[in-house]
């Protein structure tokens, strides 16, 4: 069990840009979550994933934000014409199917949008 | 609905005593899980300790419990003998009917030497 692993750690980048975070969940976890926490405040849910399929997408999730799971495995999310907004943390956590609560995070992606 | 609120921004308490971290919540599903999450410096979630609401005994995971008053809809962490290492970011969270997770603000505890 290797943990949840994300990539890049760190990401700096200019408004405008689009800007692309992947998420290897720990294996044969078949759920997925990316929430999104800004500085002095809990994580926010952004999307849910069962296997490849995106069952649930909150409200903050604008269409400049695309998730995927292609093959049930990793995940990326992509923001597309970045704002200084979306600076924040960008955390990734999985759950096995049968697990009734436990939700296990990876270490987040940091954007900042300068 | 749920909310999570946690009125402790920050708290320090003394190596080795104990500390509650206080957190309410509201909700109107019937069955829901409450959990706690600590969140050192280096950014990662940690899961510390989870309560179903239909549990009848207070969870308690090593140094940690989780002092859960159902008809006061608190759900307060009690962390004993602090240690230097405990020093981070806690969250409280709870799960109702969605799948995913809500968070409080957080309380940030630093113990002392």
């Known amino acids: 069990d290797t943990g949840v692993s994300q990539d890049p750690r760190h990401k700096i980048t200019k408004r405008g840009q689009n800007v692309t975070f992947r998420c290897d969940p720990i294996?044969?976890?078949?759920?997925l979550y990316w929430y999104r926490q800004t500085l002095g405040q809990g994580p926010e849910f952004l999307t849910y994933f069962q296997n490849e399929a995106q069952l649930e997408k909150s409200r903050l999730l604008s269409d400049r934000f695309s998730a995927e799971r292609p093959k049930g495995s990793f995940s990326t999310l992509e923001i597309q014409r970045t704002e200084q907004g979306d600076s924040a943390m960008y955390l990734c956590?999985?759950?096995?199917?049968?697990?009734?609560?436990?939700?296990?995070f990876g270490p987040g992606t940091r954007l900042t949008v300068t | 609905a749920q909310k999570i609120t946690q009125t402790q921004p920050g708290m320090f308490v003394q190596e080795k005593e104990a500390v509650t971290l206080d957190c309410t919540y509201d909700t109107s599903d019937q069955s829901y899980g409450l959990f706690w999450y600590k969140q050192p410096s280096s950014g990662e979630m940690i899961f510390l300790i989870y309560q179903g609401s239909y549990d009848e005994q207070n969870a308690t995971e090593g140094r940690y419990s989780l002092n859960f008053q159902k008809a006061r809809k608190s759900a307060n962490l009690v962390i004993s003998a602090s240690q230097l290492g405990d020093s981070a970011m806690y969250f409280c969270a709870m799960k109702g009917s969605a799948r995913q997770l809500t968070f409080g603000s957080g309380t940030q505890l630093t113990v002392l030497p």
């Open positions: 956590a999985s759950q096995r199917r049968d697990s009734p609560y436990e939700q296990y």
């Open positions: 294996s044969e976890h078949n759920r």
